[in-house]
Every structure is written in C-alpha cells, then in structure tokens.
C-alpha cells in the first residue's frame, strides 16, 4: 500500500476558527453608549468604560486566546450612529502565529455616522517566523464623520532574531467619504529569505499608519495639525522617521517607520494627543498601552 502527504482542500477550508465581534452605538444624553454586541469565539465581549467627562466610550477588542494561528477567519464589525463617539483598542498586540499552508485572516468593517468620532487604535500586529497573515479594514464614513485610525506591524519577534522572517502578510485599508471619494492602502510584504524584498523598511524594526480623515474639519485646523505632527516626527532623528501628506479624501495621512517599541508607542502617544487637541480639544487619552 502507498502512502501520501496529500492534504485534502476541504481539510485545509475546515481549519481555524471563524470568529465574529459586533458592536453598535449610539449617543444617549452626553455619552455613547452600547446599544447591540455580539461575539464568537474567540472573540470575548468587553463592555466600554468612560475614562473622562467627554462622553467617549472606550472599548477593547478582547482576543484572551493568545493570536492567530493559520486557518482562522476573524471578523468586526462596528456601526456607529450619529453624533456618538468611540475609542477601539486592544489590550495586547495581535500575534500571528507560524503556518504552513493557511492564512490568519482578520476583516474589520466600520461604520461611522453623521458627525460621529471614531478613533481606532488597536496594539501592534507581530507576526511570527513563517506565519501568514491578511487583514483589510474598511471604513465608510457618513457626513461629518471622523476616522482616526492606527496601523501598525512589527517585523517580527525581534527579541528572538525574527526579524523579517514571516512568509507573507497582505494589508488593505479603505476609508470612503461621503462624496464618494476614498483613501486606499494596500501591501503584500513577502520577504522569504531575501531581506532586501523589504526595501526600505528592512533596516527598521516597525511600521506603521495613521489617517485622520473627515470632511467637517476646517482647512486652518488641517494646516495647523500638519505642522504640528510634523515635528513630532522630528523629535526623534535616528529612532523614528516618517512624513505627512494630503491625502485625495480630506484630511492627513502620516506614514512612519522606528527602531524600537517605545520609540513608537510614544510616538504615537504623541501624535494622537496632537489630533485630539486640534480636532475636539481633548486630552490626551491614558488607554492605550502600548
């Protein structure tokens, strides 16, 4: 009798968890709150907390299973009605573990109402020496409506030398004004064995993105935000370097590589209060972990 390492396609499909996480929102008074949620594992429900007088509800993306390994097919998606106010996070960042064949998937679709905020800021993505992942996030935004959304991705466990050493991972952000316009991101980084398949990206240790896009802010305050974000990406020559632009859709987008994680944490720290200020005349938010 002979034997085979055939793996059937319909054994492969059946691999991996399909979870899903919904969440709605509306304004009731002087605060968002959480009219609808749904969750399947591995997704874990958190209700949002209010850290301050602003009404935000600050809410957590709960994954208590570790990361993601090859096979798993996530899904969020998040509706927002008009005038609410939201902060996404997670506790942790988002591990995709090694595999052979099957990518982790994760697909995230949000919604934002008239003149509602949304800041999505989750931790950053690190994928594991041979791991596959692919991600799209997609926002469509109603008039009013502003999108603060942070990207980032690690090269790797850089701690045990895995620098660059995943077998692919394919990004796509879409964010859609209600002119019908749109900003779009896409990446297939897949950098085998050649580090040089990175580019420029290859002598640092971290990625990441951040767009601020809505058509109710002023072109004074984009103005002012610009030179403002630029400098902080200044303060830290040699461990930080990035640049700001205008995007088609209105507002900015701020593309940024660094050396170590603390050095993009407070980066970020620092860009996110500058937006904060300019935009709503808020604090800085103590949430995010970094």
Request: with cysteine.
């Amino acid at each position: 009798m002979s034997h085979t390492n055939h793996i059937n396609q319909s054994t492969l499909d059946g691999v991996g968890r399909r979870g899903a996480l919904a969440y709605e929102f509306e304004r009731s008074g002087l605060r968002t709150v959480l009219t609808r949620s749904s969750c399947t594992s591995p997704w874990h429900h958190f209700p949002p907390s209010y850290l301050d007088d602003s009404g935000c509800a600050y809410t957590w993306l709960v994954n208590p299973s570790g990361g993601l390994v090859g096979g798993d097919h996530l899904s969020v998606e998040v509706q927002l009605h008009a005038q609410s106010h939201v902060l996404l996070t997670s506790p942790s960042a988002n591990r995709v573990y090694r595999s052979l064949t099957q990518p982790s998937v994760q697909a995230v679709r949000l919604s934002v109402g008239p003149d509602a905020r949304l800041e999505w800021l989750p931790e950053v993505t690190i994928p594991f020496a041979g791991s596959r992942f692919r991600q799209s996030i997609h926002v469509d935004l109603a008039p009013g409506a502003t999108v603060v959304l942070w990207d980032s991705m690690a090269s790797g466990r850089v701690a045990r030398q895995e620098r660059w050493a995943f077998t692919s991972v394919e990004n796509e952000i879409c964010i859609t004004t209600p002119q019908g316009g749109s900003l779009v991101e896409r990446y297939h980084v897949a950098p085998g064995r050649l580090l040089e398949a990175v580019g420029l990206a290859g002598n640092w240790d971290y990625v990441a993105s951040l767009f601020v896009i809505g058509d109710a802010v002023g072109a004074d305050v984009w103005k002012r935000l610009d030179t403002a974000l630029a400098a902080i990406l200044e303060l830290r020559p040699g461990l930080v370097l990035g640049a700001v632009s205008f995007p088609a859709a209105p507002g900015l987008a701020v593309k940024l590589v660094a050396r170590t994680a603390p050095d993009l944490t407070a980066t970020l720290e620092s860009l996110w209060a500058a937006v904060r200020k300019e935009l709503w005349g808020l604090a800085q938010a103590a949430v995010y972990c970094g």
